[in-house]
């Protein structure tokens, strides 16, 4: 094993394996990947902090086998921040908290490309300070299909006084996110509220859009993933990478630029790779940064 060492903050870190290619078709290496969340650490860490970390590692890279890891490894650094969060069945768990950069980094040396938290710190589990509607195409639906739902989707939110934001998924669909912000709102409040609206578009739009969970539901669809707000359910938290054949973020939109490239028709212009996350990151600065502070509450349905 080729091993270095760093200094970060302090702290001395072994990284290894800088060389091994993890998205072999695209020519991404663990030291790729490694600067990349140096530069985006900015703008991801205030997503990541106080949060249960459920780390999707890669090995041997994006082309082999994965797995999901909560479990914060017990070969840790000493100075790696952790909590433990109680599970559905009375189980405690010890997860990673990514509160800063070292931290960041020896995860990511660990080749976990995809980092996944909970919609609530962990210090308060059952108050998720989001509720989110993850947009999922079924084929032949695609993104762009994802995009008119998540106008239409933002639309109605706004006439019911709600703020939203949205993100690329990194993969084929997109998440609305609405901030809440309060510590009276519960997941049973942020279930109920999304599992009605997204009846609501599946009943006004029943060519575009479908609510139930059933595959054969999905084809040529959008479906609507209210059951994301669950306390046990993770999402690809913002400006992380994905395990794809390229190294795509993702990555937040203001809804205007949505708009614009729903217009032009083209999938891919709504793939953001690593290198302009960064870029457009360093350019216009967190627009996801209202998700972690406005407050709002849901209205009765």
């Known amino acids: 094993m080729n091993r270095k060492f760093i200094e970060l903050a302090g702290r001395r870190l072994p990284l290894s394996n800088l060389e091994k290619d993890l998205y072999p078709s695209y020519g991404f290496t663990k030291a790729h990947i490694l600067e990349y969340y140096r530069g985006i650490a900015p703008f991801i860490l205030p997503h990541l902090k106080d949060r249960a970390l459920t780390l999707k590692r890669y090995p041997e890279g994006v082309e082999k086998d994965f797995f999901f890891e909560k479990r914060c490894p017990g070969h840790r650094p000493a100075w790696v921040k952790t909590a433990e969060v109680p599970q559905d069945k009375g189980e405690r768990i010890t997860f990673c908290v990514v509160n800063d950069l070292e931290t960041l980094i020896w995860v990511e ?8 938290v909970p919609l609530a ?3 308060s589990p ?12 079924g084929d032949p639906a695609n993104v762009l299909d994802c995009a008119r739902v998540a106008l239409i989707l933002r639309d109605l939110l706004f006439r019911m006084g709600l703020a939203s934001y949205v993100k690329t998924s990194g993969q084929k669909g997109l998440h609305v996110f609405v901030p809440l912000n309060r510590k009276d709102t519960t997941f049973e409040d942020t279930k109920t509220f999304s ?9 006004h739009y029943p060519d575009l859009v479908t609510a139930k969970m059933a595959k054969q539901e999905r084809i040529a669809k959008v479906f609507i993933n209210w059951s994301q707000n669950y306390a046990s359910k993770t999402m690809i938290c913002v400006y992380s990478l994905r395990g794809r054949e390229k190294p795509y973020v993702s990555f937040p939109l203001e809804w205007r630029e949505l708009e614009n ?5 083209d999938p891919e212009r709504l793939q953001v790779m690593h290198s302009e996350a960064v870029r457009r990151a360093e350019e216009k600065g967190d627009l996801f940064r209202e998700v972690l502070v406005k407050e709002q509450m849901l209205p009765h349905l």
């Open 109 to 116: 040396n660990l080749a976990s490309l995809e980092l996944h």
């Open 121 to 123: 710190r962990a210090g």
């Open 126 to 137: 059952g108050t998720p300070d989001s509720m989110v509607f993850d947009l999922d195409p």
């Open 195 to 203: 599992k009605a609206v997204a009846g609501i578009m599946q009943k």
């Open 261 to 265: 490239l729903a217009g032009q028709g």
